[in-house]
């Protein structure tokens, strides 16, 4: 079945605390982004990747990180979290770099809590 | 600010009847795209219009696209219970450092009530 995977669904930790959320996908798509949602301010980009190894910023990168070393992975990782990450974060991916005609698959979502 | 905003931000209908969203932006872009959130769970695509279409249909849904005045109408047409979500529109950006980035509206709330 394709999907996009994240993990974990549900992650509360304390503020500094290095974390990592993984995605992986197995539709062999070249772009994957990061997204966080909160209340009243719809979807904000964070990160995305064209393809290995090519990464760019979104509308909110401060305080993260990704790695895109492998096409189906692109983990997201707060270093030092603060409770102003405390968010609702999705992953997506689409089938083309020029993605002007492909919609994007998004994963369940991971509910981070940062104390 | 959001490339795409919905209006309205909340929409109570029943069983039955139809419900109209509009989504406004603020670029040039070269798709429209909308999606459906049921309660906090990942988004799902529901269709795509291109910037060269006026209005397509999928099902009960009915989007119309005026590049004019930069908006967009998502409409459901004898809408069901299990219609209610958020529902957001999508847009396509070129940054000049490359590749592409989409930008969500802060979406529209349907309460569709049996």
């Known amino acids: 079945e394709a999907q996009v995977t994240q993990n974990p669904r549900y992650l509360i930790t304390v503020t500094g605390k290095k974390l990592t959320v993984t995605c992986s996908q197995n539709m062999n798509h070249e772009y994957m982004s990061w997204y966080r949602q909160d209340p009243g301010l719809g979807l904000r980009q964070i990160y995305y990747s064209m393809n290995v190894e090519v990464t760019d910023k979104g509308d909110v990168p401060e305080g993260y990180k990704v790695s895109r070393k492998e096409k189906r992975n692109f983990p997201l990782i707060l270093e030092s979290p603060s409770p102003n990450q405390t968010s609702l974060y999705f992953c997506?991916?689409?089938?083309?770099?020029?993605?002007?005609?492909?919609?994007?698959?998004f994963g369940s979502g991971t509910q981070l809590s940062v104390l | 600010s959001q490339q795409g905003e919905e209006d309205p931000q909340a929409l109570s209908i029943q069983e039955g009847e139809n419900a109209t969203m509009n989504c406004s932006y603020k670029?040039?872009?070269?798709?429209l795209q909308w999606y459906r959130q049921n309660s906090g769970r990942g988004l799902v695509h529901l269709i795509l219009?291109?910037?060269?279409?006026r209005e397509k249909h999928s099902g009960r849904l009915r989007v119309t696209l005026d590049t004019s005045k930069k908006s967009s109408s998502l409409l459901i047409t004898a809408s069901r219970a299990a219609d209610t979500a958020s529902y957001f529109c999508?847009?396509?950006?070129?940054?000049?450092?490359?590749?592409?980035?989409?930008?969500f509206g802060a979406g529209t709330r349907l309460f569709v009530k049996a």
């Open positions: 670029t040039s872009i070269n798709n």
């Open positions: 997506a991916s689409s089938s083309r770099t020029d993605a002007t005609n492909e919609k994007l698959f």
């Open positions: 219009i291109r910037s060269n279409e």
């Open positions: 999508a847009t396509l950006l070129t940054p000049n450092t490359g590749g592409f980035k989409t930008i």
